[in-house]
């Protein structure tokens, strides 16, 4: 007698449930992933001049130019610095307690012209920013930690102590695009 031999189904894994689950993933993966935004460069600008309004008269002697060249060069009113230089004569322009005639009369009316040129490199760019905005920081946090005993940033926001400490040290910055020379 022979015995035939009987075809063995296969076994198969049911898939019709697979794209339900890969659906699920997906909206879960969409959900919980965050997505760093690139916000920029924060900076507050001043409200436009009117049609008609010409623009305020400024002393030179207030005036700190500030320029970053095509190769990454930092001049500061016609003479080269390093980065790293920036911000001590900075705070010295700002500050002047030497009441020096080449350097602004008052942290009031002390403005900050930074040029670039079209090929400045975005990094020095940055740096040259961050450096000026750390001097306005440390000569805050310092006129902060004498006037209240804390630094700048523990003021609370908006409070009269901290805009008493933005007016004697007000960030008066000027960002331009020099050109291709």
């Known amino acids: ?6 075809k063995r189904e296969s076994a198969e894994i049911n898939g019709s449930s697979m794209a339900d689950i890969a659906f699920l993933l997906l909206i879960f993966f969409l959900v919980t992933t965050t997505i760093n935004v690139d916000t920029g460069i924060g900076l507050v600008l001043p409200p ?9 008269p400024i002393k030179e002697r207030n005036l700190m130019n500030i320029l970053v060249n095509a190769e990454g060069r930092v001049l500061m009113d016609d003479e080269p610095k390093q980065l790293n230089e920036v911000k001590a004569s900075l705070i010295e322009f700002i500050k002047n307690p030497t009441n020096d005639p080449d350097l602004a009369e ?26 000026v905005m750390g001097a306005y920081k440390d000569l805050r946090d310092e ?9 700048f940033s523990s003021l609370q926001d908006e409070s009269p102590q901290q805009e008493q400490i933005q007016d004697m040290y007000p960030k008066k910055i000027s960002i331009a695009e020099g050109g291709d020379s």
């Open 1 to 6: 007698m022979l015995l035939k031999k009987r």
């Open 48 to 56: 436009p001049l009117e049609d008609d309004q010409e623009p305020p």
């Open 106 to 131: 008052t942290p009031e009316l002390a403005i900050v012209s930074i040029k670039t040129q079209r090929a400045t490199p975005y990094k020095i760019y940055v740096d040259m920013l961050d450096e």
């Open 143 to 151: 006129a902060s930690r004498a006037n209240y005993g804390v630094p």
